[in-house]
C-alpha cells in the first residue's frame, strides 16, 4: 500500500535528527529503535537479559491501570501529512489499538502544561503490518507523542511530513541547497530503487555507507535511470553537486540533470513530463567515491521547481546539492 504522503520527508528519521525523548516504560526493547530509518529485521535466537530481543520499542505487560507513550522530538518543525504505525515481527506482543498526539515546542521539550493535539484518533492495530492513516491538519509541529493501548510493541513510527521554513526571511541572494530536505526537498519518483531509497541523496553531510545513498539494479537492458526532485521553493540555480561517496566499483559513468518550472497537476504526473524538460547540466563524467562539482557547466534557465538527475546507465549517487537562490 502506498499513499500519497509517503513522497513527503520522514520527519520521525533518526538520521536526520529525531529522538524519541522519553517513554513510560521500553522494558523489552529501546524506544530509539522506533525511529530506525532501516526497515525492522526479526532475530530467530537472539535474547538479552531482559528477554527476547525486538527490533522496536516494547514496554513490559502492564498490570494496572494506565497506558504507554512514546514523545518524539522530530527532525525538523514541521506539518505533518500522514503517518505509519509499523508492528513488524510484533505478533502476540503488539498493542490492541493506538493514537497519536502532537504538540509546538519549538524552545525545548515539552512539560506538564503543553497542550496536545490530537491528530490519529485511536485505532485498532494488528500484528506484523503496517498501519497507515492520513493527517488533516494543517499545523506546525515539533513533537508527537505515540500513544498505546494499554503496552506493547511497534517496530518503527514514520511521521511523514514538510519542514517548515520561512522563505520570507531568507534574502534574495543567499544561496541554498533547495533540494536539501532541511529545504523542503523531496524526492518523487525513481526508475528503480533496488539497493537504496531515493530520499537518501537529499540528506544532510556524506553519505555514511553505500546504504546511506540511492542505488538502482544492474542495468540489463537499454537505457538509464533516473530520481526525480521537487525543490523545496522556486529558484534560480547556479551549481550543482554530485556525490557519488563509497560509490566504487558501481558508480554511473556520467550524469545530466533537467529541470522545469511545473505548476499544478500532482507529484504522480510529473514523471512523464520530465523527458521533456530542459536541460540545466548537460552530460558529464563521474569518478568513483568522489564530490562533483559544477558551476561553469550549469546552463541559467530561470526560476525551477523540480530537477531530474540522470544517471548513465545505472549505479549509486550518495548525494545530490541543487545550490542556487529562491526566484
Known amino acids: 500500500m502506498s499513499l ?39 532475530k530467530d535466537d537472539l535474547y538479552d ?16 491501570e494506565g497506558y504507554d507513550y512514546c514523545v518524539v522530538r522530530l527532525a525538523y518543525p514541521g506539518t505533518i501529512y500522514g503517518v505509519d504505525i509499523d508492528t513488524s515481527f510484533f505478533t502476540g506482543n503488539f ?56 503496552d506493547g510493541g511497534v517496530a518503527r513510527l514514520r511521521i511523514y511530513g514538510r519542514p517548515e521554513v520561512d522563505w520570507d526571511s531568507v534574502a534574495a541572494n543567499q544561496p541554498l541547497d533547495f533540494a536539501a530536505v532541511e529545504f523542503g526537498g523531496r524526492a518523487l ?4 530503487e533496488h539497493y537504496g531509497k531515493m530520499a537518501n541523496i537529499l540528506g544532510p553531510g556524506r553519505g555514511e555507507n553505500m546504504g546511506d545513498g540511492w542505488e538502482t539494479a544492474r542495468r540489463r537492458t ?13 529558484a534560480e540555480i547556479e551549481k550543482i553537486i554530485i556525490d557519488t561517496a563509497h560509490f566504487k566499483g558501481n558508480y554511473p559513468d556520467s550524469c ?6 511545473v505548476k499544478g497537476g500532482t507529484d504522480n504526473q510529473v514523471a512523464t513530463q520530465s523527458l521533456y524538460w530542459r536541460e540545466l547540466l548537460p552530460s558529464q563524467k563521474l569518478q568513483a567515491h568522489a564530490l562533483h562539482e559544477f558551476t561553469r557547466e550549469v546552463e541559467q534557465l530561470g526560476a525551477i521547481t523540480h530537477v531530474r538527475l540522470n544517471i ?3 549505479g549509486g549517487v550518495s548525494r545530490l546539492r541543487v545550490i542556487g537562490t529562491k526566484a
Open 189 to 192: 519518483a525513481c526508475s528503480d
Open 4 to 42: 500519497d504522503f509517503e513522497q513527503y520527508i520522514n520527519l520521525a528519521d533518526e538520521k536526520l535528527g529525531a529522538e524519541a525523548i522519553y517513554a513510560t516504560d521500553d522494558f523489552f526493547a529501546d524506544k530509539s529503535r522506533l525511529l530506525r530509518r532501516e526497515d525492522p529485521v526479526w
Open 95 to 150: 498493542p490492541p489499538s493506538a493514537s497519536i498526539d502532537a504538540c509546538y515546542s519549538p524552545d525545548g521539550e515539552p512539560g506538564s502544561d503543553t497542550a496536545w493535539q490530537e491528530i490519529v484518533p485511536s485505532m485498532a492495530l494488528g500484528g506484523d503490518q503496517h498501519h497507515k492513516v492520513s493527517v488533516a491538519f494543517g499545523a506546525v509541529y515539533t513533537h508527537v507523542r505515540l500513544n498505546i493501548y494499554p
Open 222 to 234: 537499454p537505457g538509464n535511470d533516473w530520481v526525480i526532485v521537487a525543490l523545496g521553493n522556486a
Open 312 to 314: 548513465f546507465p545505472d
Open 256 to 261: 545530466s540533470v533537467q529541470a522545469a518550472f
Open 49 to 64: 537479559d531482559n528477554g527476547k530481543w525486538m527490533d522496536g520499542w516494547e514496554s513490559r505487560r502492564k498490570r494496572g
